[in-house]
C-alpha cells in the first residue's frame, strides 16, 4: 500500500494528514472551514485516494493559514506515498462537467511543481470561503505534491461550480497519474531515470 503521514506543526497551524493513493476514496475531513472540507471530500472520492485531513488553524484570524497549509501537508503525503516514482503513469487529464460548467484540468507527476489557475470568480466567497483562496491552495498543492498542474475554466456561470469542476477535474487527473501502469510497472517513467 502507498500510504504516507504528515503531522506539520506551526505557530498557525496543527495539521494531521494521512493519505493512501491506493484507497477506494474514503475521507474524514475537518479544516474548521465548511466549503474546504466538501472540496477535499471531493477530491478524495473521485481520485479514490483515501484522505484523513485533521486541521486545528488560526481561524480567529482568517482562512489563509488553514487554506495554505492543508494544500501543503496533503500536497507533502502524496508526495511521500509516491516514493520513487516507479511504474506511475505520471499524466492525468480530465474534462470536468458541472451543469454549465465545464474545467479542465491536467497534470504531470514531474517532480518541477508548477501551477497554471485560470479561473476567476465572480464572487468573493462560496459559503463563509475567500474566493481568492483556491488558486493558493492549488499552487500550495502543486509545490508540495511536485507537480505540474493546469487548471482551466472553458464555460461556466456559476461560482460554486466552477471550484467544484476544478477539484473535481484534479481528482479525476491524479487518479489516472498516481496509477501503476502494468505494462511498465517496474520502471520510472521517465527517460532521465528518475523524476
Not at 476514496?25 to 466538501?38: K, S
Request: contains cysteine.
Amino acid at each position: 500500500m502507498r500510504t504516507a503521514t504528515i503531522n506539520r506543526r506551526t505557530s498557525e497551524t496543527a495539521i494531521d494528514v494521512t493519505v493512501n493513493l491506493d484507497g477506494t476514496g474514503v475521507y474524514a475531513i475537518a479544516t474548521g472551514i465548511g466549503f474546504l472540507d466538501h472540496m477535499l471530500e471531493q477530491l478524495s472520492r473521485h481520485s479514490l485516494i483515501d484522505l484523513d485531513v485533521k486541521v486545528d488553524g488560526d481561524l480567529h484570524i482568517d482562512q489563509h493559514h488553514t487554506t495554505e497549509d492543508s494544500a501543503l501537508a496533503i500536497g507533502e503525503a502524496v508526495a511521500k506515498a509516491l516514493g520513487d516514482k516507479k511504474g506511475i503513469r505520471r499524466y492525468g487529464d480530465a474534462l470536468s462537467p458541472m451543469d454549465e460548467t465545464l474545467c479542465r484540468v491536467a497534470l504531470d507527476i514531474s517532480g518541477r511543481p508548477w501551477c497554471v489557475f485560470d479561473l476567476e470568480f465572480s464572487q468573493e466567497k462560496l459559503g463563509e470561503m475567500d474566493t481568492e483562496l483556491f488558486e493558493h491552495w492549488f499552487q500550495s498543492f502543486a509545490q508540495a505534491a511536485g507537480i505540474t498542474l493546469h487548471v482551466e475554466l472553458l464555460h461556466g456561470r456559476n461560482n460554486h461550480h466552477f471550484i467544484e469542476s476544478a477539484f473535481k477535474g484534479l481528482a479525476r487527473s491524479l487518479r489516472t497519474a498516481v496509477e501503476i501502469d502494468p505494462r511498465k510497472a517496474d520502471a520510472i517513467p521517465s527517460t532521465k531515470g528518475m523524476l
